[in-house]
């Protein structure tokens, strides 16, 4: 008999008939497909990136570029890329991979089951190695349960497993489809200051609503408090909820931006908004030995 394929042994172990499959996706990268009366979601083993998640009823709510990279050591523009242990670029390594290395690695899928209310579970474990140690010296293990229903709970979890402290920053990079970037709102950053990555970031102060009209790239500080897109064009407001992140980001590349990516399309920035949950620049999280730090962002979509 022969082995079983890399794809064929994931769903011999963890598929569930008629609500959970593990298929070869472009590129041939594993993704999980989740398809239950609550909602249907892909997420890529690569990177434990969702791709795709579309609640009962509802249109797609995440973004992805049609012209994303799908290709091992490149990342998939779009979804929800984690971003761990660094924001950005490493500040003493501008040869590094921008926004860590998770996110262009493939990740074990740990169990997947269905709960009693219909929701569908997944965790997704990474951890040190050779490899990343090359690039950051610490010890870690860190799991990522992503739970599907008509809401998108996302708790990530970092443990140090190392024998010295370590410093991390993260990011759950949550990519919105919104149907036109220059009618859609975010609310609830009200009177938050930001840090203007566009402009040096330099400290500023949010007044009222954000409505954006340039290159956009702010990193709230502070805040735990919950943001909303009001997307008129699709008649829906997108929420993110947190717990344990103190960082919202919110960023869109614009038409000048945009033109420099190879991996998003010419318009596809009029159709993309992305609000994060994250900790990062002073909100990095210090952990000693042994210790565990876990975030949490659970996305929601009402009508306008």
């Known amino acids: 008999m022969e082995p079983l394929s890399h794809i064929d042994a994931l769903n011999h172990r963890f ?13 041939g990268l594993p993704v999980v497909q989740i398809t239950s009366p609550a909602a249907h979601a892909e997420v890529s083993l690569y990177g434990a990136q969702v791709l795709s998640w ?41 040869k590094a991979p921008t ?16 709960d009693d209310d219909g929701s569908v579970t997944l965790v997704c474990l990474t951890s040190s190695d050779d490899s ?13 349960r992503i739970r599907i229903a008509s809401t998108l709970r996302l708790e990530l979890s970092v443990m140090n497993r190392g024998t ?18 220059h009618q ?16 040096g970031n330099k400290s500023k102060r949010q007044d009222g609503s954000l409505a954006l009209a340039a290159p956009t790239d702010n990193a709230y500080i502070d805040t735990e408090a919950p943001a909303e ?28 931006g945009a033109a420099a990516l190879s991996d998003l399309g010419n318009d596809e920035w009029q159709h993309m908004l992305c609000v994060e949950a994250g900790n990062i620049l002073s909100a990095a999280v210090s952990l000693a030995p042994g210790e565990e730090h876990t975030m949490r962002s ?3 979509i009402h009508p306008e």
Do not use: M
């Open 15 to 27: 598929g569930i008939d008629g609500i959970a499959q593990i298929v070869s996706g472009k590129g």
């Open 54 to 94: 579309r609640p009962a009823g509802q249109e797609e709510v995440l973004f992805l570029s049609k012209q994303s990279h799908f290709e091992s050591g490149k990342a998939i523009r779009g979804g929800i890329p984690v971003c761990f242990p660094w924001f950005r670029a490493k500040a003493d390594n501008p």
């Open 99 to 114: 926004h860590g290395f998770v996110r262009t690695r493939e990740w074990r899928l740990d169990s997947l089951s269905v």
């Open 132 to 144: 990343t140690r090359a690039l950051w010296r610490h010890d870690f293990l860190v799991a990522y």
């Open 164 to 181: 010295s402290p370590l410093r991390f920053e993260e990011a759950l990079h949550s990519y919105f489809r919104v149907g036109d970037i």
């Open 184 to 199: 859609a709102r975010v609310h609830g950053l009200d009177a938050v200051t930001y840090l203007d990555n566009t402009d």
């Open 229 to 256: 897109i009001l997307d008129p064009v699709l008649h829906r407001r997108l929420r993110t909820e947190k717990l344990h992140s103190s960082t919202t980001i919110v960023w869109n590349p614009w038409q000048q």
């Open 298 to 300: 659970t996305l929601s």
